[in-house]
């Protein structure tokens, strides 16, 4: 069973650019999660997507953070413009999700970004 | 909203020892993960704990989420080089009907050979 695929693994930009991060989950996992994970500390829920829609991005910085999820399947995560603090690397997971179950989600190697 | 708290946050043993992990949920935990992450990549799924007592186990890990299932302990025996990284406990909250994952701090493992 292939995993979550997420490409770049590393992205180097300047401060105020744009960068898009793409994620392709399991096949046949409706629940998809980008996570900010800044160095020394543990994965920050930014977005999650149930199918092809928005269930929580409380903690999205909407203002520059930007996230669809077409058809259900991949994801496109993006920041415009970028920030200093925005270096961090970005994970993407998924899970098989639904309402009342518990399960694990299973992360992709995640995007390393470099704002300078 | 739930917090996590790890402990400790970094850890160095020797090869051979053991060692326990802690996670301590602000709220009644009703599922529990550990992942394991190497330095600035992806989590690998190790352990999901649902049950108060549950003790579940994989090669030389084991976790256990207390009857109260407000804490949960993960336990390495015989540590090795390559169970060094960063151990991280989530768990699982509701909102609008939908499983929601947070996570702790992590706790940074060496092992010295």
């Known amino acids: 069973e292939a995993g979550v695929a997420q490409s770049p693994r590393y992205k180097i930009i300047e401060k105020r650019q744009s960068v898009a991060f793409w994620c392709n989950p399991i096949?046949?996992?409706?629940?998809l999660y980008w996570y900010q994970q800044i160095l020394g500390q543990g994965p920050k829920l930014l977005i999650q997507?149930?199918?092809?829609?928005?269930?929580?991005d409380s903690q999205l910085p909407k203002d520059r953070f930007s996230a669809e999820r077409l058809k259900g399947v991949d994801s496109t995560l993006k920041i415009q413009p970028a920030k200093l603090e925005d270096s961090a690397v970005y994970l993407c997971?998924?899970?098989?999700?639904?309402?009342?179950?518990?399960?694990?989600?299973?992360f992709g190697q995640g995007t390393r970004l470099t704002v300078v | 909203s739930q917090e996590l708290e790890q402990s400790p946050q970094s850890l160095i043993v020797q090869e051979g020892k053991n060692l326990t992990i802690n996670c301590t949920s602000s709220?009644?935990?009703?599922?529990l993960y550990w992942y394991k992450q190497k330095y600035g990549e992806g989590l690998i799924f190790l352990m999901m704990l649902q049950k108060g007592g549950e003790e579940k186990s994989h090669e030389k890990i084991t976790a256990k989420l207390d009857e109260k299932k407000q804490q949960s302990s993960l336990h390495i025996t015989a540590s090795q080089p390559s169970h060094a990284g960063i151990y991280l406990c989530?768990?699982?909250?509701w909102g609008g009907g939908y499983q929601k994952v947070t996570f702790g701090t992590g706790t940074k493992l060496q092992v010295i050979p």
């Open positions: 096949s046949g996992h409706a629940t």
């Open positions: 997507f149930q199918n092809n829609g928005v269930v929580d």
């Open positions: 989530g768990a699982d909250g």
């Open positions: 997971a998924s899970s098989l999700g639904g309402t009342g179950v518990n399960t694990e989600a299973f």
């Open positions: 709220k009644t935990l009703y599922g």
